[in-house]
């Protein structure tokens, strides 16, 4: 009985509109899972030469507080280390693949289709504001890069070994971990400081109306420390260092769209 209710549930599911999204989605992905491997692959090939390089630079001194020693605990962390950071730069361009295929086969899915003529919802289209989009959100993510490397990251390495110097122990850090921390801040910012884009392109859209998101601005305040909980350090000043960016872009790009929506 449990069983044939459970099967119940699933068949009405993928029946739906946005199972058989789903559904189709899933299997427009499946099909392309070979060019995912050799996008991978190509990407990690490309860059495990010059991740030495990355990791030489990344650990100089004048990157580093005073005081703080870089350690390797273990004879395979430095070649783990080379191997993640490949690693992730392949799956960086795998993870853009799988976005680009989901745009561009989703907004043309007869289910989405319908869906947005109901919600009255005008997509961009191949032109100036799509150029303009794309270029924005690029920029935005190179001034969170900027922002985390030369702002974030000091701030909170000084912070943390003056705590730990202070308490009379040896700062001594694990290469691992200290690439992992700097690493996820970068992540962090750059994905942070698209609030603004997604904010415009929602109102401007007609997804949601300025009021809408003036009366969930408690919510999207909360969503906004729940996501630097997830990408940053598990520290308060870290959590707060990264959601407040994305607080304060969001309001602005509200503010903005106030001022100059006619």
């Not at 390495?157 to 690493?183: H, P």
Request: glycine fraction near 6%; aromatic fraction near 8%.
């Amino acid at each position: 009985m449990a069983s044939d209710s459970l099967q119940t549930t699933v068949e009405r599911l993928t029946s739906s509109p946005g199972g058989q999204i789903l559904v189709s989605v899933a299997e427009r992905l499946r099909a392309s899972i070979v060019p995912y491997i050799l996008l991978f692959t190509l990407g990690f090939v490309a860059a495990f030469p010059i991740t030495a390089s990355v990791i030489t630079w990344l650990i100089a001194d004048e990157r580093l507080p005073s005081g703080v020693d870089i350690i390797v605990v273990s004879p395979v962390e430095y070649l783990m280390l080379q191997l993640r950071i490949a690693s992730s730069f392949g799956l960086a361009l795998v993870a853009v693949l799988i976005v680009a295929q989901l745009a561009f086969y989703g907004a043309r899915h007869e289910a989405v289709q319908a869906r947005l003529n109901e919600l009255n919802v005008r997509l961009p289209r191949p032109g100036p504001a799509l150029v303009l989009a794309v270029g924005s959100s690029l920029v935005l993510m190179v001034f969170g890069l900027l922002y985390a490397w030369h702002a974030l990251i000091p701030m909170l390495l000084d912070y943390l070994t003056n705590d730990a110097q202070q308490a009379g122990l040896s700062t001594e850090w694990r290469l691992s971990n200290y690439a992992g921390f700097s690493v996820n801040l970068l992540a962090a910012s750059a994905l942070g400081f698209q609030a603004p884009l997604v904010t415009t392109i929602m109102l401007r859209s007609g997804m949601v109306s300025t009021e809408q998101l003036t009366r969930s601005r408690r919510a999207i305040w909360f969503g906004s420390f729940v996501v630097g909980a997830l990408l940053s350090p598990p520290d308060p000043l870290s959590l707060f260092l990264v959601a407040l960016p994305i607080i304060a872009l969001f309001e602005l790009a509200l503010l903005l769209h106030r001022v100059t929506h006619r």
